[in-house]
């Protein structure tokens, strides 16, 4: 069932679970389905988290915030914990662009294709090329090396910053890894787009959230709009419900789905746990935030056909730190044709999003007077570095908006604006919480891998797997 608003929770549940993200949402529709009573409790007023987006003018616009592009894998994932209907809707993008004071290339963003760039265009030897994939190929999770992002590169494309941008930039967009990132977490993310190239769900994201919706009712989760968990209840050491206005709901076992620090630190509180888990958890860095422009284009406007997902820079060479620059000069395009994104609609206009990734301070830091100066410039730069592509992309645009870490922040509640969830660190913190408080899981974007669409709904199906686990014993696995 749907609570209002104003109803009140007055039964038990197996499991309540903290926040619809794709990885909260994932396991609640796994533990439904297998007929555990699961209460979903989500402190916006729609499903979804970052997975999400907004609609202007009555309707008229619709914008994705997070429907860039995913790996493949997605298909299994949604096929295997949502519907068959959910996984068929999810296409290819066949057009993916680079254009940078180094080098200009369009592709499927597949290892084939890569591999063909990377010998005769880069012309890198291809046994190095096959050497290089064959290296992400065999990393294992549990090898636990040392190795560095800027040590892979350095040791297979030694002095080659055009090789590493066209290798690592587009992973620096998808979650914001730097050169200093453990290279494990780049081996599993590229390898896996690398595998068949980048999704996107066809027909945007208000309808996949919608079909997910029906899809957690028809399997008896109960869910809560505009319920924001103040705590989790621990009684005896162990997670016994959650607190909201005030008042307990109890559950068997409570599974958070918002941001690992706030939920140990916050929801939870330091008093409960162990001295060293507590600093472990302080030690974990939280990723960088994201900017974004929205662009929506007048009823019947046009475009030409510049790609699908374009990457774009005029820094001269590839360097993660000036990636996340207030003035900055490297930006994601994502383009939204409509008879390819929303077939179905035929009134559904153009939409373009610029995204930049971005450091909270940064914004939060201005004045007011400065923060609206910034936004401004932020929207001027971008239609300007759109107008290379698209000449009088000006004189067609309806709505021009922008959303700053101050807006993440805001409606999802990640500390810092955070879009990626934690660097590499925050992975052991949230698996090991249940191990540390009984009853207590975490699932969503932690450790780079975890992170974004794919990474956070299979994260929610291995907590699921947990969760049952503890259900069914009563002991943590
Ligand atoms: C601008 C941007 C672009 C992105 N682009 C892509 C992309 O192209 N491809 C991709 O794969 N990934 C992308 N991502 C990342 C991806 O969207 C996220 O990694 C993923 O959706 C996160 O899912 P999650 O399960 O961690 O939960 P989140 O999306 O973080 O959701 C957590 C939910 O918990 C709720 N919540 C938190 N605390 C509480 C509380 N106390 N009580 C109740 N509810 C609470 C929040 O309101 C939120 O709804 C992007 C992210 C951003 C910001």
Redesign the pocket.
Known sequence: MLYKVRDEVTKDYDLVV????????TAANILGRHGYSVLL????NK?????TWFFREDRKHVFD??????PVGMIKTCRKYWSKEIADSIVQLKDVRFVNPQFTVQTDFTKEHYTQVLVEKFEVRRQTVDAFFDYLAGMNFYDNSQLTNRELFEKFFPGRNDVVRFLMEPITY??GSTLDDPAITYGIVFSNFMSKGVYTFRGGTDVLIGKMKDELLRNDVDIKLQ????KIQVDGGKATGVRVNGKLIRARAVL????IR?TVLN?VGEDFFPEDFVQKTKAVRLNS??C?VYLGLRAGATIPYIGELVFTSSYPVYDPERLLDLKVNSRTF?VYYPHESRPLEPDARVAIVS?TNCRYDDWKNLSPEAYEEEKVLMIEETIKGLEAFIPDIRMKLEVIEAATPLT?ER????PKGS???TKFEGLEVSMNLHKTIPGLFH???VGIIM???????N??AIAANSIEGYLETGASP
Do not use: P
């Open positions: 903290i926040g619809s993200g794709l990885a909260g949402m409790l989500e402190s916006h499903l979804g988290g970052f997975a915030i997070s429907l860039h592009g995913f998808a979650n319920a924001k968990v103040e958070s789905n918002s941001n706030s929801l935030s994201s974004q994502s995204s993440v409606y999802t509640l990640h879009s990626f969830g699932a969503g974007s992170s974004g669409w794919l990474g956070a709904a994260y929610g």
